[in-house]
Every structure is written in structure tokens, then in C-alpha cells.
């Protein structure tokens, strides 16, 4: 079992930046990927960074050259570093890890606001 607690997010306005940051706890040396996901309302969750365990990571078009992801091993967390964020930015993060067989676990999610 693999468990996610999310930290970061809030109110900020548009061009500024946030950290969010997620903490993974329980079977931890069998994640293969972790990846952070927003959904707006009325939208449908969609994937936004993620980081495989080879440190390879992957960005929605949308938040290139913008967001970045980051894995720190020892701590066991990975992180989404926000730049000149956009009001579209705005939405509820949740951190995701697969983990042995395909496994999946979500964080409880955190709100970001940006305001125009």
C-alpha cells in the first residue's frame, strides 16, 4: 500500500507562482510513476506532470515551459513547481502515484486559485 498526502497550493494572483508538494508513505520502493492531475469544475480530471522512477518526466502542453515536476527520492516526495501561473490554471491538484501491478493511489487533493 502506497499512501499520498498533499501540501502547497492557495490563492495567487496570475503571472505569480506556488509549490505543491507530495509525500509518499508505505510501500514506496514499488512506485513506478507519480504525477500530478488537476480538474477544474465542470471538467474532467487531466494529467499535468509526472516523474517515473528513471527521473524521465512528462508535461501537459498547457503547462510547458511553466510547471515543473521534481522527485526527491530520499524524502520521498515530489514536488510541482508553478511559475506565471494563469487564471486557467485554476483547479484542484491531486498527486497520484502507480505503484506494483498497476496499482493506483490518489492524494486527497489541494485547491489553487489564481486571480486575474
Known amino acids: 500500500q502506497v499512501q499520498l498526502v498533499e501540501s502547497g497550493g492557495g490563492l495567487v494572483q496570475a503571472g505569480g507562482s506556488l509549490r505543491l508538494s507530495c509525500a509518499a508513505s508505505?510501500?514506496?520502493?514499488?512506485?513506478?510513476?507519480m504525477g500530478w492531475y488537476r480538474q477544474a469544475p465542470g471538467k474532467q480530471r487531466e494529467l499535468v506532470a509526472s516523474?517515473?522512477?528513471?527521473?524521465?518526466?512528462n508535461y501537459a502542453d498547457s503547462v510547458k515551459g511553466r510547471f515543473t515536476i521534481s522527485r526527491d527520492i530520499a524524502k520521498n516526495t515530489v514536488d510541482l513547481q508553478m511559475n506565471s501561473l494563469k487564471p486557467e490554471d485554476t483547479a484542484v491538484y491531486y498527486c497520484?502515484?502507480?505503484?506494483?501491478?498497476?496499482?493506483?493511489?490518489w492524494g486527497q487533493g489541494t485547491q489553487v486559485t489564481v486571480s486575474s
Open positions: 516523474i517515473i522512477s528513471g527521473g524521465s518526466s
Open positions: 497520484n502515484a502507480v505503484y506494483e501491478l498497476g496499482r493506483s493511489v
Open positions: 508505505g510501500s514506496i520502493f514499488s512506485i513506478i510513476v
